[in-house]
């Protein structure tokens, strides 16, 4: 009995500082933004206690409802990219690569450990009116003199799927490598071509990791700020954008915390359409 | 993608003040960044920062990780998911609600706001990793040496953290990591005097990318690879001796 005791009290005290942590630093910051989503403004940006809708109103109005709109495009095409380029790569190095796949994953992760500024700062180059690229095109004879590329919507999405597409191959890839070659072999068997095999079973088959994919890409992608202001030119604002400059420079923070209420309601609700979409796929199967 | 990289780092050996031109080769861009004292002030921040948040992130992380892997209690399930939510939270929501917490509960931001910030991007991390870790280990050698004599406390420092140190050291390397390229959570809980290395590129980025920054950029990349390669050369080695049992 005593012995007991003292394990519960033990628990007790390693559960302690997580548990504090979550609630003091987490849950208990999240409900305060929720409150202040409600909450009235003096003229001079401080806050006031209150319960309006104003806040939330104010963004289904037109210059929010359009960083809105760019949000949501700028997240799908990223995603529709990424997976789109990852999968083929993934499918690559988890079929065809053979000894090469660990060397090609390890390549994959190296610009993980490369500061992501950086990362961006080396498009900014390349992308530039003198740059690599505009040279190259030059020179091949596709077009005539450089063009500008940076500050361009093209621009913020090479940035985009540059940044996110590790995070689209290793679901894809680790959904991929359990597939049993057999199956496909079965598929060849009873007189499928390839690509009736790969529309009938790998695909099928690797679908969760697609959707973990589409997931870790899109839900990250709709926060994002710097990249939009590095290579977009700052022109077409985000959702991350609008929160930056909401509460750091025009200290509007009731419709800041609306717009962060609301970009976590949108992240709840991708998490829970792929948790749909992955029990239909697995009730598929 | 690579090839991004490696412009950088050839640009920046560049004699002119261009970053697309080439005009012979130069040291001069690195010796611009060692007497930046705007660019050394961030690094000593984002050094402080990245080993205080990843000691921390990391102490909790594991006795959180092993309590959950090891002890029955209620709401298991539901911690073990909440310490993972900051992975699919988006990390400016996170930032902005603990700007709001900290100015509401009158705090002053700065190192302890930047690491309290820090430890919330990395624990994620460092609690999987562990607890990947602590699930796998065998109860019998436990089991062994409490029928050996020792006392639980023996038991657990002789036989349990041995065999999880190889994860706890990686669940911490990785912790700093994040916290040294985070720039998201450090925009919102960094104070006046406390500009972390990220911040400070992003500023300078924002006027105009000069060779100075690929310079900088050099360097870090090669102390990433270094760290990298000293990880790899202590962790490989740990692990074969843990797969030897």
């Known amino acids: 009995m005593r012995r007991e005791r003292r394990e519960q009290l033990q628990t007790g005290l390693m559960l302690t500082p997580s548990v504090l942590l979550l609630g003091l630093f987490i849950l208990l910051p999240l409900c305060v933004v929720f409150a202040y989503s409600f909450a009235l403004r003096d003229p001079y940006g401080a806050v006031l206690p209150g319960f309006t809708l104003d806040n939330y109103r104010e963004l289904v109005q037109g210059v929010y409802l359009r960083v809105l709109m760019n949000s949501f495009t700028l997240a799908a095409w990223t995603t529709a990219l990424c997976l789109l380029i990852g999968y083929p790569v993934a499918y690559f190095i988890a079929f065809k690569a053979g000894r090469a796949a660990p060397a090609l994953l390890l390549l994959l992760l190296i610009p993980f450990w490369i500061n992501f500024l950086i990362r961006i700062s080396a498009w900014v180059v390349l992308l530039g009116r003198g740059g690599l690229i505009n040279k190259a095109l030059v020179l091949s004879g596709v077009i005539d003199e450089p063009i500008g590329m940076l500050g361009t919507v093209g621009a913020t999405l090479v940035g985009m799927v540059y940044a996110f597409l590790p995070l689209a191959v290793f679901p894809i890839y680790a959904a991929l490598t359990p597939i049993d070659r057999r199956l496909m072999e079965a598929g060849a068997d009873l007189g499928a071509g390839p690509a009736e095999t790969f529309a009938r079973v790998t695909l099928p088959l690797s679908l969760p990791g697609v959707l973990a994919a589409a997931l870790f890409v899109f839900v990250p992608s709709m926060g994002v700020f710097a990249i939009p202001v590095l290579l977009g030119g700052g022109k077409d604002i985000i959702l991350g954008n609008l929160i930056v400059q909401l509460f750091l420079e025009f200290r509007n923070i009731p419709v800041g915390a609306a717009v962060a209420i609301l970009l976590l309601v949108f992240s709840g609700l991708g998490i829970l359409l792929y948790m749909r979409a992955l029990r239909r796929v697995e009730a598929m199967k | ?245």
């Open chain 2, 1 to 245: 993608m690579l090839v991004p990289i490696v412009v950088l780092i050839a640009f920046a050996f560049n004699a002119g003040k261009s970053t697309v031109v080439w005009t012979g080769f130069s040291f001069r861009w690195f010796e611009k960044v060692v007497s930046n004292r705007n660019i050394l002030d961030a690094l000593q921040v984002s050094l402080i920062v990245a080993l205080a948040s990843a000691a921390v992130s990391t102490a909790i992380g594991s006795v959180a990780a092993v309590a959950i892997t090891r002890r029955s209690f209620p709401g298991r399930d539901l911690l073990g998911a909440a310490l993972a939510a900051p992975l699919v939270l988006p990390e400016i929501v996170l930032g902005v609600a603990l700007l709001v917490f900290m100015s509401f509960a009158g705090m002053i931001l700065g190192y302890t706001t930047l690491i309290i910030g820090h430890v919330l991007v990395s624990i994620p991390f460092a609690t999987l990793i562990v607890r990947a870790a602590a699930s796998s280990l065998d109860p019998r050698l436990e089991n062994a040496a409490a029928d050996l004599g020792a006392n639980e406390w023996q038991t657990f420092r002789m036989v349990t953290l041995p065999q999880l140190m190889p994860s706890i050291f990686t669940a911490f390397i990785l912790s700093a990591t994040l916290s040294f390229d985070n720039l998201v959570m450090s925009t919102f809980t960094s104070g006046v005097g406390t500009t972390t290395l990220p911040l400070r590129i992003y500023s300078m980025l924002k006027l105009g990318i000069t060779p100075e920054i690929n310079a900088l950029g050099a360097l870090m990349v090669l102390a990433n690879v270094t760290i990298l390669l000293l990880v790899m050369g202590r962790y490989l080695p740990l692990m074969l001796k843990t797969n030897r049992r």
